[in-house]
């Protein structure tokens, strides 16, 4: 019974959260054309997905970059770039840190870093703004779609620079939130998982309830007080 | 508490019941448990009663058995519940003014809307918090959130309403995904058309119905408190074919709030008045004088068969109350029932997909029950009404964890009325059942049922069904508001008085208000409750094309 006491308990939350809130409960502001970073992903230094590349040279590079592109941009502490280091240091799996690496060439667009109001995307400063935007890559994307494809395909690309521009609180110039999010649902891997993985859980549980009231102990019922 | 030791597998039949008896009700064809498995909770002493019970010399035909199902961990649960409908219940009447108050449970929650601005009454925290849960783990409510069409902070009005349709076309988008199933019971709900609708019962929630009727009993003023030599409650029909069944209420106390009583589990039947479910047709009257029932739940047809029953056999019932549901209950059919007893008429609507949702112990408006049951009255294209206005009652409930619903339409129509603040009584005025017919007049034009209503309730009339055949004519069936002069119930023994005593003139009124109304002949045949049908009694119909929605 819902609050004097549940059989079991209910799903806890009703969607992703993270900190300072899930991705698409926040508004966004207008960020590049999608056009922008999927060409740009095409672009990708072949030496970013090397296994040898040092990435946390390449997010220092990044965040310099944006240090000295963005107006009142300031600096990672240390505590942020040693928790890079870990995540997508040498120690970390291939695709995690090729995930990170094309992260950080996304970072460093020019389109992006001379956006007027970047700073507007970050309202929980830049450390938390950059370490989002490779965690979504890194340890979202990679693990469920090799980062190679984030180059050499389509979908790939669509789904990479969506996922960049989501976890950067940035929307496509051009698309609304609802539409951004809603193209972001249609190419979104875990997205797809998700919905495949709910549905086959409503067909085991329509199997299971229509077994269930076939049951005789079912058909027995139980004594009724009132009459309806 | 330990179980009944040894109990059979199936209760033995009484000696020398033909088989086949009753129609589709083959005797004891969907039993499937044993008596610890119906009453976890049932000592050595209930059993013993309860075997006493089924082996009364003047019992009828049991054509089933079933039990409470409740488990020993069922009964805090229980208590709780009904601990929440009595807080539930005094708040409101503490607030009836409509000034601030109310119980958590009403307090808005932080994603309440407004509603309909012709209404603008937030939505309790029960309600939001049920969106919000439903767009995580109902089916249905998790596809229009993958579809956008609504989330978790959609306010209550922005989902479309649910209709009998939808439950039978898919009844598993309807139910949570994270519940366990293996308590699960079934029920069915029959409109007054159609085919009929599963709905999955857990016990606790069927349980809730005794916490719900101790409240009602104790707040009309009555004393229910479980007697050795009594049936605790009788559930009455009076049909062709039927479920009949003897059972222990072990949740009696947990749902009447008390700890415990002297008497644990005072045992219930489910009883059909119709003479074919007897062994002997003077059973009937013994083992209904002999039980006794304290609290007699049924619906009206059956209950004035009863109260005519009781006068003229001499039963000597004393009951402590009556609950009546399924149909409309009228003020002379309310007022036969209290001059039988004297006792208070409990007027109940629910629906069994739903669950009870408004109740009263008078002829005025309808309260809605202190359960999670938030009500809206809607028109036929699904916008809301502004309160005051007639419109179909839509209800919103959370009461049972197989089947939370929002905004599902009951398919009644009603007027409300809502109390200024949070708490305080929510009342439905001039609730009427199913849709409303209406009549051709001679002249062409077309009448609401309501004129007939109140015609037939002025006349005097208990219960009615009026029909318009295709040709126009006029039929119209009543119980009239006689005592069992004129009305014997069913076959049995001795017709007291002359036929038409008392009827005839209520009875000749109505038809010529009647006449004068639809401009019309009316064909009037005058008939027994038993005769009239059973369940939710459809008082109008029509076969001319318009006539009906």
Redesign the interface.
């Known amino acids: 019974?819902?609050?004097?006491?549940?059989?079991?308990?209910?799903?806890g939350?009703?969607?992703p959260t993270g900190r300072g809130g899930s991705p698409s409960s926040r508004p966004t502001v207008e960020g590049p054309a999608l056009a922008v970073l999927v060409q740009r992903l095409t672009l990708t230094p072949p030496d970013v997905l090397d296994p040898g590349v040092h990435v946390p040279a390449l997010v220092g590079d990044a965040v310099d970059l944006l240090a000295l592109s963005v107006p009142g941009w300031w600096q990672l502490d240390a505590h942020a770039r040693t928790a890079l280091d870990r995540t997508c240091g040498a120690g970390a799996p291939a695709a995690s840190r090729a995930g990170a690496g094309i992260a950080c060439w996304l970072v460093r667009t020019p389109e992006l870093t001379r956006l007027p109001h970047l700073r507007e995307a970050a309202p929980d400063g830049p450390a938390a703004w950059f370490l989002a935007v490779v965690e979504a890559l890194a340890h979202d994307l990679a693990p469920v779609r090799d980062p190679q494809t984030w180059i050499s395909s389509p979908e790939g690309r669509e789904e990479a620079a969506r996922a960049f521009l989501r976890a950067a609180g940035l929307r496509p110039a051009g698309e609304s939130d609802?539409v951004a999010e809603?193209r972001w649902?249609a190419v979104s891997t875990v997205e797809q998982r998700r919905?495949d993985r709910?549905m086959a859980?409503?067909v085991r549980?329509?199997e299971?309830?229509?077994k269930?009231?076939a049951?005789?102990?079912?058909?027995?019922?139980?004594?009724?007080?009132?009459?309806? | 508490m330990t179980p009944a030791p040894d109990s059979p597998r199936s209760p033995d039949l009484p000696h020398g019941v033909p088989d086949a008896l009753l129609g589709e009700y083959a005797p004891f064809g969907?039993?499937?448990?044993d008596d610890t498995?119906?009453w976890p909770t049932l000592t050595p002493d209930g059993a013993a009663r309860l075997d006493a019970l089924r082996h009364h010399p003047a019992a009828p035909v049991w054509v089933?058995?079933?039990?409470?199902?409740l488990t020993a961990d069922d009964l805090?649960?229980l208590a709780?519940?009904a601990r929440?409908f009595a807080e539930r219940a005094a708040e409101r009447e503490r607030d009836g003014t409509g000034d601030a108050g109310g119980t958590d449970?009403d307090r808005t929650g932080p994603g309440a809307e407004a509603g309909h601005p012709a209404t603008a009454h937030p939505v309790p925290a029960?309600v939001t918090d049920?969106v919000?849960?439903a767009?995580?783990?109902v089916?249905r409510y998790?596809r229009a959130r993958?579809q956008?069409r609504s989330h978790?902070r959609s306010p209550l009005d922005a989902l479309p309403p649910v209709t009998r349709d939808d439950l039978r076309a898919d009844?598993?988008?309807f139910?949570?995904?994270?519940?366990?199933?293996?308590?699960?019971?079934?029920?069915t709900?029959s409109g007054s058309t159609g085919a009929a609708v599963?709905v999955?019962?857990?016990?606790?929630?069927?349980?809730?119905?005794?916490a719900?009727?101790h409240l009602l009993v104790r707040d009309a003023g009555a004393t229910w408190t479980p007697h050795e030599d009594r049936l605790g409650?009788v559930?009455l029909?009076d049909q062709r074919a039927a479920f009949t069944?003897a059972?222990a209420?072990t949740g009696f106390d947990a749902a009447s709030g008390r700890a415990t009583s002297d008497l644990s589990a005072p045992l219930?039947a489910?009883v059909n008045l119709d003479p074919g479910a007897w062994r002997d047709p003077a059973d009937r009257s013994t083992f209904l004088r002999g039980t006794d029932p304290q609290v007699l739940?049924?619906?009206p047809l059956p209950l004035l068969a009863l109260a005519d029953l009781d006068a003229r056999e001499g039963l000597g019932l004393h009951p402590v109350a009556v609950?009546s549901?399924?149909a409309h209950l009228t003020p002379p059919a309310r007022a036969r029932l209290r001059a039988a007893w004297d006792v208070p008429v409990i007027d109940?609507y629910?629906?069994?997909e739903t669950?009870?949702v408004a109740s009263r112990a008078d002829d005025g408006p309808f309260v809605v029950a202190p359960r999670?049951v938030w009500v809206e009255i809607l028109s036929d294209d699904g916008t809301p009404v502004p309160d005051g206005s007639p419109g179909e009652v839509v209800v919103t409930t959370?009461?049972n964890?197989y089947l939370?619903l929002l905004r599902y339409r009951t398919g009644d129509r009603a007027r409300i009325v809502r109390p200024r603040g949070p708490g305080g009584r929510v009342e439905l005025h001039d609730l009427e059942g199913r849709s409303p017919v209406r009549y051709r007049h001679a002249d062409g034009r077309w009448l609401g049922s309501v004129d007939a209503t109140q015609v037939l309730q002025a006349a005097g009339i208990a219960a009615w069904q009026l029909h318009q055949r295709a040709d126009g004519t006029i039929e119209l069936t009543v119980v009239p508001d006689a005592p069992a002069g004129g009305a014997p119930s069913g076959r049995g023994p001795g017709r007291a008085g002359a036929p038409g005593t008392g009827a005839a003139p209520a009875t000749d009124s109505a038809a010529r208000a009647l006449r004068q109304w639809i401009g019309r002949d009316v064909v009037v045949t005058v008939t027994t409750p038993a005769r009239l049908g059973h369940g939710r009694v459809r008082r109008y119909s029509s076969d001319v094309p318009g006539g009906q929605a």
């Open positions: 019974m819902p609050a004097d006491s549940m059989p079991s308990g209910p799903a939350t009703t969607g609802a809603d649902s919905v709910e859980e409503e549980r329509s299971e309830l229509a269930a009231l049951a005789k102990r079912a058909a027995e019922a139980a004594a009724q007080y009132a009459n309806y | 969907n039993v499937a448990l498995e119906r089933h058995a079933t039990g409470d199902r805090p649960v709780a519940t929440r449970d029960w049920l919000e849960r767009h995580a783990v089916p998790r993958d956008r978790a009844l598993a988008s139910v949570p995904v994270d519940v366990d199933l293996s308590r699960i019971i079934e029920g709900s599963v999955p019962l857990h016990p606790v929630a069927v349980a809730a119905d005794l719900l009727l409650l559930n029909v069944y059972s209420m219930m489910r739940s049924s619906s609950v549901g399924a109940l629910g629906l069994r669950g009870a999670r959370d009461e964890p939370p």
